[in-house]
């Protein structure tokens, strides 16, 4: 009965999840209309508490493609492409049953478990914040994470729509990393860079092979970067650095449409 039961409440969960996410595209996202001061909304302050009965079976299906969730976020960390969401989800049902509250500071990830609180730091500026990360998403190219609006606020990408970020889980109690000074510089002058990865091989020579082929149907810059593991070595073809996220969304569809099916943005 018991286990019925369960199996029940997973159906529901993953049901209610999808159906979410059926509405990704029926109308356009936005902030509120009028602008509210987030300065004073406190970080999400990490605590033990039990994996959410529902946004965490082991795999689950969106458009076409198969996410495993994560046994454990212990030594998590990540660098990539943060989006936000804001009005359209505002009340919705979260992937673990919370209601969404854009003014809360929390965060939808693809394959965490839930809950699980994060730390987020913004590469381009410094300035971090801390989730707790209750839903699942983004599903949108090659986003690592879907801020809510008050943390996308408080991060400085707002007015961007995405921004370069490092995510670190945290579990309750530990410290997060003291904030460095906000800095700016171009994503392509500064330590932070912006890439499409296009492969990964054991063999240089294949990686020269699909660096050559690129090379004929593009005109930026292609690179081979071997992995730091001399006993585990990897070829990585990538092009950049990219301008910005943007770019880097078309210039993915492009290689998709080429016959490049294996790209996404890595960033470094």
Not at 248 to 261: C, E, K, M, P
Request: glycine residues 8%; contains cysteine; proline residues 6%.
């Amino acid at each position: 009965m018991i286990n019925s039961t369960l199996k029940l409440l997973g159906v529901i969960g993953l049901y209610v999840f999808l159906v979410a996410c059926s509405d990704v595209s029926e109308k356009r996202d936005s902030a509120p209309s009028k602008t509210p001061d987030v300065s004073n909304i406190p970080d999400a302050v990490p605590r033990d508490e039990p994996r959410s009965k529902y946004g965490n079976a082991s795999s689950y299906e969106v458009f076409g493609k198969r996410y495993y969730t994560l046994k454990s976020s212990k030594g998590y960390k990540q660098k990539g492409v943060a989006s936000w969401y804001g009005t359209k989800f505002h009340g919705r049902r979260t992937s673990s049953g919370e209601p969404y509250d854009m003014y809360a500071m929390t965060a939808a990830h693809k394959t965490l478990p839930l809950p699980t609180y994060v730390e987020v730091t913004n590469l381009n500026n410094g300035r971090k914040v801390i989730v707790k990360v209750n839903d699942r998403g983004p599903f949108h190219g090659d986003r690592l994470i879907d801020l809510s609006y008050s943390a996308a606020t408080k991060l400085g990408i707002i007015s961007k729509g995405t921004g370069l970020v490092e995510v670190r889980a945290i579990s309750a109690g530990q410290a997060p990393v003291k904030a460095a000074a906000p800095i700016k510089y171009p994503v392509i002058a500064g330590p932070v860079g912006l890439y499409l990865q296009v492969g990964a091989f054991k063999s240089s020579t294949s990686a020269e092979q699909l660096k050559t082929k690129l090379q004929q149907q593009i005109g930026d810059a292609i690179l081979i970067v071997p992995s730091k593991q001399a006993e585990d070595r990897w070829y990585r073809v990538r092009v950049g650095p990219l301008e910005n996220v943007e770019y880097g969304d078309t210039l993915a569809s492009r290689l998709v449409d080429l016959g490049f099916n294996d790209t996404h943005i890595v960033v470094e």
